[in-house]
């Protein structure tokens, strides 16, 4: 008797944890449902319209047509070949940075805490007062441009960095692997942390350097937080919107225009609504492959 009622007991608490679990879950659920399920849903849906948002009472259902629209647009793989210019560029810049910031600041050398916290503080400014500070660095003339002032000290000429179409983006690039590897920074750092000494104790006993100590400890032991790391840098990088929309406006000759930044153009600039909605549709289905490419090669046996 004694142990029915014990596994009675049992029975109700399980299953009082799965209703508890289910009430904690609830607002996430309800949180992803509405910003995120309602939203991808709504874009498939108006992107098989040809919908102006200035006159929404001439919705005209056209199939496909707004995907083979997109796919026979030189402006599509445009910004698609500088988005993915920018993504292979500034996440493994981003990342090496980052690592070696975290290795820096793991050093526990004197200042550490004060250099974590300044190279940290990007993050919580926000990137449209970045953006217009770098700007003001970036600016061609040397009496208000400090790098080109820094330059000519040097004897070098001033370089238009925002209005060169071959250095546009290269200086987007600079500034946000400065701006984001701080972010990067405190998930390797957390990483690090996580490595037991007793490995370097026991590598150094073997002999091994500190090369081979980071070769065969510290990697290894990073595996699963740079694999993070990496995802998240590069889905960061392929909705590059706020650096180009503030400092050069897509140009200069659309050399710094993504895709985020034409679906912006289409959806709220141009108003055809259905035509963005199908960029963004395209969008959505690359992510998501080449998310799903990363985890299949970063997947460790």
Request: proline letters at 4%; hydrophobic letters at 50%; charged letters at 15%.
């Amino acid at each position: 008797m004694a142990r029915k009622d014990a596994s009675i007991q049992r029975v109700t608490y399980n299953r009082g944890e799965k209703v508890t679990g289910a009430l904690m879950s609830l607002p996430a659920i309800i949180l992803l449902i509405a910003f995120l399920i309602i939203p991808i849903v709504y874009t498939i849906f108006y992107s098989l319209f040809q919908y102006q948002v200035v006159r929404p009472d001439s919705m005209e259902f056209i199939g496909l047509e707004n995907y083979l629209e997109v796919f026979q647009t030189e402006e599509f793989y445009v910004a698609l070949r500088n988005t993915f210019y920018f993504t292979v560029l500034v996440v493994p810049i981003q990342c090496v940075l980052a690592l070696c910031l975290a290795l820096l600041v793991r050093s526990r050398r004197r200042g550490v805490s004060i250099f974590r916290t300044m190279y940290f503080a990007p993050q919580v400014t926000s990137m449209v007062v970045i953006a217009v500070l770098w700007t003001v660095l970036y600016n061609s003339n040397a009496n208000t441009g400090l790098i080109n002032a820094l330059l000519s000290t040097f004897g070098a000429g001033p370089v238009n960095f925002l209005g060169d179409p071959d250095v546009a983006m290269n200086a987007i690039i600079f500034m946000s692997a400065w701006q984001g590897a701080g972010y990067q920074m405190m998930i390797f750092l957390a990483g690090l942390q996580g490595i037991p000494e007793e490995q370097y104790e026991a590598a150094s006993i073997d002999g091994a350097g500190r090369w081979a100590q980071f070769r065969y400890v510290t990697l290894p032991g990073l595996a699963n937080t740079t694999k993070y790391v990496l995802m998240i840098t590069i889905i960061q990088a392929m909705k590059l919107f706020t650096q180009p929309y503030i400092m050069t406006k897509g140009g200069p000759q659309n050399a710094t225009r993504t895709l985020v930044y034409y679906i912006y153009e289409e959806g709220f600039q141009s108003g055809n609504f259905g035509f963005a909605c199908a960029i963004a549709t395209v969008f959505f289905v690359l992510v998501v492959i080449i998310s799903l490419i990363v985890k299949k090669l970063t997947r460790t046996k």
